[in-house]
């Protein structure tokens, strides 16, 4: 997954909105780019922080299956996906006390 | 797949560790109970609604397959924020948070299932809301199958659970334990075989021997876990208690070589799982 444009290399331009903020992350994925490789690389790019997450496509309001590819689960060239932090409450607090 | 109680109408649960949801939203699915989720961390909240109508739909851990069982209470992030001088409470989000909770279990019970596997996604600092159909995850760990009749077993806690294997009428029963029942693992410090006989949910802290040995030689020694229990087991001999079953329990049954499953209840009062406290009185001021 990588945010440079190409058009003709078979990958799709995908724009991911943070959880918290306004801030948006477009990205070029490939057709079997997963949920999960999607929310990885999220955070490796410090995107987002390392937790529980949650994907959904903004034009269906339906979530992603996290296993499956973005693309295969009907996600196109230019759509928006919401990234949704799966709150637990208190416990995943702990860290900021370490 | 055990639980204590076919007789409700819904299961909410607001617990701080997916381990327990995740071990809810089992329990409603496989009873074909209405299962509703809430969590939040100020401003997020997110509440999650499934009537269980179709063992097959969408369930909560196809949201968030990966669980752990541990957790870090309220209590405890109480107690450190305010040992850093700030206030625990976010009475706004919870106040949100309850009443939406409140308004889809109301109608859960009257049998309207709008909200059926959906999730309400809302930021109330920024008024971000949007609600999404929660799809099936195709490796979800989670049980995607419901019972239909339980069976009365008339098993005592007290008794083996071979006892429980007979009352299931399969040709090859196999129990499969609500939680992994831990018979030992190494020391976390010397490797030496440490016996635990509690279920993996019981166990608080990393095991290690009460002294190791003078010289420390290199772990050879496995980890004894059990997560379902056959005739031919040693621990098909140990009492449904010492299991963790406790009275009123539901367990399922499988057939160890065909498809088969059954539900069955064990006996006793359920009350009795319930350990009675001593009224504790207020401290003079």
Known sequence: MSNESNGSDGKIKVVFLHPSDSEQYPAKIGSATTGQQALDNLVKVDFIKRGDYALTHARTKKT??????????????????????????????????? | MATQAPDVGAIVSCVDADGSRGFLADAARWLRIPFVEAGFHYPRLRVTAFSNSAANAACWRCLKPQTTVAGFSCEQYAAKIQEQGGVPATPSIAAVGGALVAEVVIQELHGNHANDGRMLSIDIRNWRVFVADIVREPLCPGIHRSVDVIRDSGVMPSEPIV??????????????LPSPFVVSVPCAK??????????????????SCDSCPTEVTPAICSFEIYSRVGRNDTLALAS????????????????AVGEQSVA??????????FTRLEKRHAKAR
């Open chain 1, 64 to 98: 992603l299956a996290l296993s499956n590819s973005l693309v295969g689960s009907g996600v196109a060239d230019g759509d928006e996906v919401i990234v949704t932090v799966l709150d637990r409450g208190a416990s995943q607090n702990l860290a900021q006390f370490e």
């Open chain 2, 163 to 176: 006892r429980l294997l007979e009352a299931s009428d399969l040709p090859h029963p196999e129990l499969l």
């Open chain 2, 190 to 207: 010397c490797g030496s075989a440490v016996s635990i006989r509690k279920p993996a949910r019981l166990i608080r802290s990393v095991p």
């Open chain 2, 240 to 255: 449904c208690r010492s299991l963790g079953l406790a009275p009123g329990t539901i367990v399922e049954i499988v057939d």
């Open chain 2, 264 to 273: 069955i209840r064990l006996g006793g009062d359920p009350l009795a799982a």
